[in-house]
Structure formats: structure tokens, C-alpha cells
């Protein structure tokens, strides 16, 4: 017995790192959307423009996570998180003084590169160290980065009333990278040590099957980040408050923390995830239909069941590519590849509903693309079949 509680120990406090690691991978991004109208009140910014503060971040997660699994190999676990999150804090404190778009741009850049080498890492970690339980630890992780958003989202607007500063409101997130960096180094988590160059990473570029799991990947996150930029400057626009609006996206990705944990539960009795992923899809159809035909009516249902839907499809989509393969160092590359692809699938989303709007007035037809795209996926969904796994991926 005391056996067991000294292995599970060492278990529980990295989870408990890996989970405040991952409250900060988003507050850089949710803050963003709910103080738009503030921060354009101050420099010039059209919504093309200011599309790119959540576009370029995305997009360089993307490219950052081919090269993240090499960074840590190199440096090793533990020194790659330390940087990465180091990376994150100075990015986001360093808005207290920002003048112009670009200084706020290149703000937002440089922590999602930081993002990106975290990513790359987390889903080998999880597959290696939680072999026996990945859904849960995967739903747990995915939960955090979701509550990360929630609170950014939720509370940016009420620091910016306080202060008087929307600066303070997307500055003030640094705070949550100084509390996971003094844990994660001040407990040593247990972490590898470098591992030698001499171990090339498997290219996954020729495998169509990886490509399919990116492609999904990547659709999917897309509604996720032009919720996050747009959704709040949307019911601005309908009238509603600063607060109130943030506080909705916050309620929307509350529903994400809920879903992203449930569902990987609910998936985890059987291998077929394709009736989860399916529910999921509709129940985002759902939520942007709803705010195309009726915004005003029944305002917290659509985000509802956008933030279920949402919320769940995040960790499924990373689960089904750990479904591929049971080696976590294949697994891991395979992530960091559907990761990668996708990242740069999903930044362009905003940047389309921000022209959408400068040039129609509108984010409706934006909202109707997405719901699209949803329905895409459900035919992508039939693909994934747990029996032929082995046969695209081998």
C-alpha cells in the first residue's frame, strides 16, 4: 500500500502541474476579444486588423509545434516548459506598454509560440507518464486550457473597469504564468532528461490518414478561435456591454471546461468515437444557427451549446490521433503534426470573419460558413473507424 502511494504521489503533483501549465494557453487570446472595443478606441485598428491578434498567435502555434517535440528532446521536458512559460509571461506583460498595433501584435505572437512549444509536449507527456487513463488526463488537460480562457474572458473586462487600463486587463495574465512557473521548477517534476539528437522524429507529411487528422483538427479548432475573437465584439455590436458580453464568452467557455471534461469520460467506454464526435458537431451547428436566427433570444442557450460542443471536440480530436498509435514517441510526433497542420487551418478563421465583417457589416455569413464547415466534418467523422487504424497508420 505504501508502495502505491509513493508511485501515485509523484503522479498527482504533475497532473497538478500539467493542469496550472495549461490554465495559460489562452488568457493571451480570450482577453483580447471582450476589451476590443477599448483597444480600438485607442490605436487604429480596423477588424481585419484586429483579427490578426488571434490569427498570427494560431498560426504560430502551428508552425512552432514542428519544431517543439525537437526543443524538447534537446533541452529536455522540464526546461522546455520553464521556457515556454517564461516565453508566455513576458509576452503578456509586456502589453502594459504597448503603443501601436504592431508592438500588441508581435505581443501576441511571441506567446504563441510559447503556446506551441507547451503543446507539443503535453499529449507525449500525458501518453507516457498516464498510459492507463489518457482520455481522463487528456479531458483534465484540455479542461484547463478552457478554464484559462473562461477566467481571461470572464474577468479582463472588470480589471480593465477597475483600472481604468485595458492594458492592465491583458497584462494582468502574467501573473497565472508566474504561479505554474514557480510550481512546475520549484517541484522538479520528475521530468526526462534530454534526449540525444541521434533519435530523428517520424515524418508523418507522406500519411494521408495523418493529413485527415489534421485537416479535422484544424476545422474544428477554427470555430473554436473565431468564437474566442469574435463572439464577444458580436453582442457588442447587438448592444450589450463590455462585461456583459465577456461575461458571456466566459459562460460559453465554462460550458467548454464542462464538456471537456465529460466527454472524454463518456468516450472512454469504447474505442469508436465516432458517435461522440458526431453529437458534438451537431450540437455546434446548433449553437451558430441559434445565433445567426435569434442572438437576442434565449442569448445563453447558443453559447451553450456552442461551449459543449466546442469543448469537447478539442480533446476527441487529440484523442482519436493518440488512438493511432500505441507507442507514445510515434504518438506524440503524430499530435504534434496534426497540431501543426491544424493550427495553421484554424488561424485563418478569424482573419475570414473579421473581412466578412469589414466587408458585409455583418459576422452572420461567418457564423453560416462555420456551420458549414461542421457539417464537413460529420462525413469526415465516418472515417474513423478504431478496426482500420492500424491499416492507415502503421
Known sequence: MENVRATSRPAFWLMAGILLVALNLRPSMAAVGPLLSAI???????????????MLPVMAMGLAMFFGLGVSQRLGEQRTVT????????ATVSRLFLDTAVELILSAVLAGIGIALIQAVMPTLIKSRFSDHVS?????????????????????????????SWRVGLAIW??????????WYGRRLGMSTPVSASSPNESFFGNSRAWLLAIFFGLGTASYTCVLAWLAPYYVE????????????GFLTAMEVLSGLLTPAIAN????????????????MAGFCGLILCPQHLSLLWPCLLGLGIGGLFPMSLIVSLDHLDNPRRAGGLTAFVQGIGYLIAGLSPLMAGIIRD????????????????????????????????????
Not at 521556457?83 to 513576458?90: D, P, R
Open 40 to 54: 480600438r478606441g485607442d490605436i487604429a485598428l480596423s477588424f481585419s486588423l484586429a483579427s490578426l491578434l488571434t
Open 83 to 90: 521556457l515556454s512559460l517564461l516565453i508566455i509571461g513576458v
Open 136 to 164: 481522463v488526463c487528456m479531458g483534465l488537460y484540455v479542461t484547463s486550457i478552457m478554464g484559462g480562457a473562461a477566467i481571461a474572458a470572464s474577468f479582463a473586462p472588470l480589471v480593465m473597469t477597475r483600472t481604468g
Open 174 to 183: 502574467a501573473s497565472l504564468a508566474l504561479m505554474a512557473l514557480l510550481f
Open 238 to 249: 447587438k448592444g450589450w456591454s463590455e462585461q456583459n458580453a465577456g461575461l458571456l464568452l
Open 269 to 284: 467506454r469504447s474505442r469508436d468515437r465516432r458517435s461522440v464526435l458526431v453529437a458534438l458537431l451537431a450540437l455546434i
Open 359 to 394: 466587408r458585409l457589416g455583418s459576422f452572420e455569413w461567418a457564423w453560416w460558413s462555420l456551420t458549414g464547415v461542421m457539417a464537413l466534418m460529420i462525413l469526415m467523422v465516418l472515417r474513423f473507424d478504431p478496426r482500420h487504424y492500424a491499416r492507415h497508420i502503421s
